[in-house]
């Protein structure tokens, strides 16, 4: 495999003609390089005019390997050929360099280049690219490239230091300016330096100029330079306004990355240009800004195809659903004002933004059932949005890179009806979501007040979060984090919320349960005008007179688990459950009522033939529900094969004393028109090792949602049915 590297654009803010003295400097040898032991000039030219100077050298280098390797290679020191050509009058220097050493078995070849900063030419550019390919080496290929990688990530690091020290020498030297090349003056060509045994050249003697201080110059920055990037000496005393300007092809600059993106090792710099430079030539859409980028790579170790594997992923999900635009677009209904316990507060002593979420207070199945997914997950997406946007403005106001926001999270009040299960997997999806595409985002998790249901929740939860996110939360139960490591080692006094003991008064919703009366149908749900997601997690049923719903499940092991939970959204159903060791006939829609459409779905299973304790049994005591009713159970299986879960039409009874009906019947019957009930149903089958561990503390559910109606256990059957 070849590895690849390509550096930021380096600026030395001094001219062209004074870091060519310096660079000069470094021949035939340079002690703050201990590797680099000789060089030898090979050959060498100057144009006629004396504005161009090619020069060709036989570099030796004592590369820090293993004895028992060198041994085996048979060599002390490895050999590059280096090719310079200096051009005085466009004011460039170009340098190629390959090894000669070992050149059937492993290729090096590095490409430099400095020139004149396009928008300052008092001020040099310098950009360096290289590529590594071995192809055989004794069977020790992978340490061969280990040990390549870390001597020129080393080397790298060293480069710019290496001529900002000769840059210093030469001013100690009273020499601050070098004139430039000029047709009519005598250009005559550098004197050869000596070969590996001789001693280090006399460099000519440049004209010398008092050292002053030059101030550098006003900042330029108008509307065709809106990307300007601010430099990294802005921070650094009185040049708090000092501004880069842009460099060309919108290239990378290192004080930039250093400002706006963070200390990044010589190879991550490569691997963030060489991303940035694959996007901007084969990505067709918005190219995302790099902090972004950089994001991905972090997520991915920096390993460049997983990490442009899983962005591309991600700029598609983004231009498909338009969310770019989603801070100018979205408008949180009324009803996510009024209940999502959530908000944005102030900045943590990082200066990272500050997320506040209530979870605790929340009413998430109410949410659920009144907003439907997909407005539930557009919130929370237009909050991820908010946190990049205000990443961006604390990275400015607080002078530092800022990419990852602060997240408290108060969980009292959690009790079991947090652990609705559909509510559950619908913030999973949220999860997954956000992980896919918003890496990196989360700075620091603080989980406050966990109660004694909080280890239910967070084994669901955690298997579907990063390892590397689940490193940043830390967890305090009950009024741990008052006290010492607690919540003011992350979060300034003053900003502490009032509702965690603190005097400042926090602007995020108190919750609250969601009246019914907001709840939305299924049909309402699945109407939405966009979609983020290609499914729901409820589907709908219509209930007929002699024409029941019925959903088939095949069980493969014994003590699996049938969870449901559903909503009787009009007219009263029976609710059975059965088993049959052989399977149904293929699902049938009841012609009678010219079923078609998702939202009437209507299914029979059971075949008109099927005699009861013969065909099929009933595993479950018929459980009558009525309209506006939410039910949830779970059914422990005795025996694999078919279970067949029912809702049936409720026939009103009639009166024990009398074939007349009662007034009240009579009254109900006419309320469900047509003799139609609908419901909203969702299923899941558990593995009993996964219902044991996470799921059983639902069987002693009692909350504002639900109330335990019935409930019977065996050692190998257990239902609950809840409402």
């Not at 050509?85 to 078995?105: Q, V």
């Not at 306004?241 to 004080?255: H, S, V």
């Not at 006419?670 to 219902?691: A, I, N, P, R, W």
Request: aromatic share 8%.
């Amino acid at each position: 495999m070849v590895q690849k590297y390509q550096s930021p654009v380096r600026v030395y803010k001094h001219p062209f003609e004074l870091v060519m003295a310096a660079y000069e400097r470094r021949f035939p040898t340079c002690h703050l390089i201990p590797m680099f032991v000789a060089s030898d000039v090979v050959d060498e030219e100057t144009s006629e005019d004396g504005s161009t100077h090619r020069i060709e050298r036989r570099c030796a280098l004592d590369v820090d390997a293993p004895r028992l390797l060198k041994r085996i290679a048979g060599v002390d020191y490895v050999y590059f050929i280096q090719k310079n050509t200096l051009n005085r009058k466009e004011r460039t220097l170009h340098i190629e360099s390959h090894n000669e050493t070992f050149s059937n078995r492993v290729i090096i070849h590095e490409i430099c280049c400095y020139s004149v900063h396009p928008e300052n030419e008092d001020w040099t550019c310098f950009e360096q690219t290289a590529s590594l390919d071995i192809k055989s080496f004794f069977g020790f290929e992978s340490t061969v490239e280990k040990i390549a990688m870390k001597q020129y990530a080393s080397s790298i690091k060293k480069g710019k230091e290496i001529i900002e020290f000769y840059l210093k020498e030469l001013e100690d030297e009273g020499i601050t300016h070098v004139p430039r090349w000029a047709p009519s003056s005598l250009s005559l060509p550098p004197p050869r330096p000596t070969s590996l045994s001789t001693s280090p050249p006399v460099l000519p003697k440049l004209a010398a100029t008092p050292v002053v201080s030059t101030p550098l110059p006003a900042d330029g920055q108008d509307g065709a330079s809106q990307d300007a990037k601010q430099d990294s000496s802005a921070l650094q005393g009185d040049s708090l306004t000092e501004i880069l300007a842009g460099t060309p092809d919108d290239k990378l600059d290192a004080d930039y990355i250093k400002r706006y993106l963070g200390d990044l090792t010589p190879l991550q710099e490569s691997c963030l240009i060489r991303l940035r430079k694959w996007l901007q030539e084969t990505h067709k859409g918005k190219i995302p800004k790099d902090e972004h980028i950089l994001r991905f790579l972090r997520a991915r170790d920096f390993n460049m195809d997983r990490a442009r594997e899983i962005l591309c992923q991600s700029l598609t999900w983004r231009k498909q659903h338009q969310v770019d635009y989603l801070l100018e677009t979205w408008s949180s209904p009324q009803v996510l004002q009024d209940y999502y316990t959530g908000g944005w507060h102030h900045h943590d002593r990082d200066g990272r933004p500050l997320y506040i979420l209530r979870l605790g207070q929340m009413d998430t199945k109410g949410l659920v059932r009144a907003l439907g997914e997909e407005s539930l997950l557009r919130h929370v997406l237009s909050i991820n949005e908010e946190g990049l946007r205000r990443c961006e403005e604390n990275t400015k106001v607080f002078g530092r890179p800022i990419s990852c926001w602060t997240c408290l999270v108060d969980l009292e009040g959690l009790n079991m009806r947090h652990l609705w299960r559909p509510g559950v997997k619908a913030l999973l999806r949220i999860i997954e979501v956000v992980e896919a595409n918003y890496p990196e985002t989360l700075g620091r998790l603080l989980i406050l007040r966990a109660p004694r249901v909080f280890p239910v929740l967070w084994t669901l939860v955690s298997p579907f979060i990063d390892e590397n996110t689940r490193k940043k939360f830390l967890i305090y139960a009950g009024n741990d984090y008052q006290g010492p490591g607690g919540l003011v080692d992350y979060i300034d006094k003053e900003i502490i919320p009032d509702f965690l003991g603190g005097e400042c008064m926090c602007e995020v919703p108190e919750g609250g349960l969601v009246p019914k009366s907001m709840y939305r149908t299924a049909e309402e749900l699945e109407n939405e005008d966009v979609r983020l997601w290609t499914e729901t997690i409820y589907q709908s049923a219509s209930i007929f007179k002699g024409a029941p719903h019925e959903l088939l499940i095949e069980i493969i092991d014994a003590s699996s688990v049938i969870t449901w939970d559903f909503d009787v959204c009009k007219g009263d159903v029976v609710f059975n459950i059965y088993h049959s060791k052989r399977a149904p006939q293929p699902p049938r829609k009841d012609p009678a009522h010219g079923i078609t459409s998702p939202g009437g779905n209507n299914v029979q299973l059971i075949d008109k033939s099927w005699t009861l304790g013969q065909d099929y049994s009933m595993v479950e005591s018929p459980l009558t529900c009525k309209e506006g009713e939410s039910v949830q159970g779970s059914h422990i299986t005795r025996w694999p094969g078919f279970y067949i879960l029912q809702w049936k039409f409720h026939n009103m009874p009639a009166c024990s004393a009398t074939n007349l009906p009662r007034v009240d019947d009579v009254l109900a019957t006419l309320q469900v028109s047509s003799h139609k009930c609908k419901v909203m149903y969702y299923t899941e089958v558990l593995g009993s090792e996964d219902f044991r561990g996470s799921m059983t503390s639902l069987e002693s559910s009692h909350s504002g949602f639900s109330q335990l109606s019935a409930a019977t256990t065996t050692s190998q059957s257990s239902s609950m049915i809840s409402r």
